[in-house]
């Protein structure tokens, strides 16, 4: 699986396009600010919904695209009996011509902002919720203390690092990282999860702490991390097992799509 951000810096090695993004909303709309689609003159890049609104809004960017007159400012667009939609409220999309000389810009503005994952573990599991997650609006620092772990391609929403020891990297996470933790070792996970309750108790920065694993390995955790001084209080931040319930699977596969639905349930409301 590739991400939106790939498939746009794919394409701008060989043609032009334009970016259109939502810049702001007013009452109920397809998608929030900031959401963004690539027009070019064969295809779309991802999507700002609405049906008729992505519709009239590819034909003007396509008309810019063959030499019509560019689009300037930022365009309202009512979404009521004009668009024939019944959400009701109103969209303001802006424009934007790219290229190839814009792939570098583009590729860390459009990064910047997704919400940071810290992922711990180079294992099948590890390596299945990696390639879920570059679909999806997650960065991922993908994180193992062992040499040739991770494949040599990825996406654009995916960064390797090698640490070790593994704990250490928990310290340079950014501000409002999710951390999966699913290293192939017992003794490193529950290093890591010190290292995360540490940080937790100097900065209280990490929304979302979760541990692979079942309650009897949780059970042992908490039996180990209390004797370390760390409080009930503290250790309830760690979700342990993950994923939604109700998924039963022990596929790879399976657990990456429980895990994923989990982490969007962690973010903040639209």
Avoid: N
Wanted: hydrophobic letters at 45%.
């Amino acid at each position: 699986m590739t991400g939106a951000v790939d498939e746009l810096l794919l394409r701008l090695q060989r043609q032009r396009g334009v970016l259109v993004r939502v810049a702001s909303t007013q009452g109920s709309a397809p998608r929030e600010a900031g959401t963004w689609m690539a027009v070019w003159p064969d295809g779309l890049t991802a999507t700002i919904g609405g049906g008729q609104l992505e519709f009239q809004a590819t034909d003007e960017a396509r008309a810019w695209l063959a030499g019509g007159p560019p689009i300037e400012g930022v365009r309202r667009y009512p979404l009521g009996p004009s668009l024939g939609q019944c959400c009701g409220g109103v969209v303001f999309l802006s424009y934007q011509l790219i290229d190839a000389d814009d792939a570098a810009s583009l590729q860390s503005e459009l990064l910047a902002q997704l919400a940071p994952v810290a992922l711990f573990g180079g294992g099948h599991v590890g390596a299945a919720l990696a390639r879920l997650l570059a679909t999806l609006p997650f960065a991922v620092r993908w994180i193992d203390s062992r040499d040739g772990v991770f494949p040599a391609e990825l996406p654009a929403q995916i960064e390797t690092e090698h640490s070790d020891p593994v704990q250490q990297a928990v310290a340079q996470l950014a501000p409002g990282s999710r951390v999966l933790i699913m290293s192939f070792s017992h003794a490193e996970d529950l290093d890591i999860v010190i290292a995360c309750l540490k940080r937790l108790r100097e900065r209280d920065d990490l929304p979302y702490i979760g541990l692979i694993g079942s309650k009897t390995k949780w059970a042992t955790f908490r039996h180990r991390l209390e004797a370390r001084g760390f409080t009930a209080g503290e250790m309830d931040r760690v979700t342990c097992p993950i994923g939604v319930p109700g998924i039963t699977g022990k596929e790879p596969e399976v657990i990456a799509v429980a895990v994923a639905a989990q982490l969007l349930q962690s973010l903040p409301a639209a």
